[in-house]
């Protein structure tokens, strides 16, 4: 027999569901949490329950500083002192 959803429980799969369609599932759980004010816990279990794990992000963007073209110049150096030119 099919359990009954509290309706909190089923509040918060309607903002998650809405969350997800509403940003083409570029949402991640840190993101459903802040939107529904639920657990991350809770947040996973209502979408593992609905079968949604597969509609939404599994990891958040790295908020990492960017540096890539800091990268690209050390690695063009690197490979200009290996192929014998100067720099």
Known sequence: M?????PRIARIAYQIW??????????????MTTFTGA??????QICRYRGW????RKMACSHAVDNGPQMI???????S???????
């Open 2 to 6: 099919a359990q009954i959803p509290s």
């Open 18 to 31: 809405w969350l997800i369609e509403e940003t083409s599932g570029e949402c991640t759980l840190r993101d």
């Open 39 to 44: 657990s991350i816990h809770s947040c996973s």
């Open 73 to 79: 110049g050390a690695f063009d150096d690197e490979l």
């Open 53 to 56: 794990s597969g509609r939404y």
């Open 81 to 87: 002192v290996l192929s014998g030119e100067a720099a």
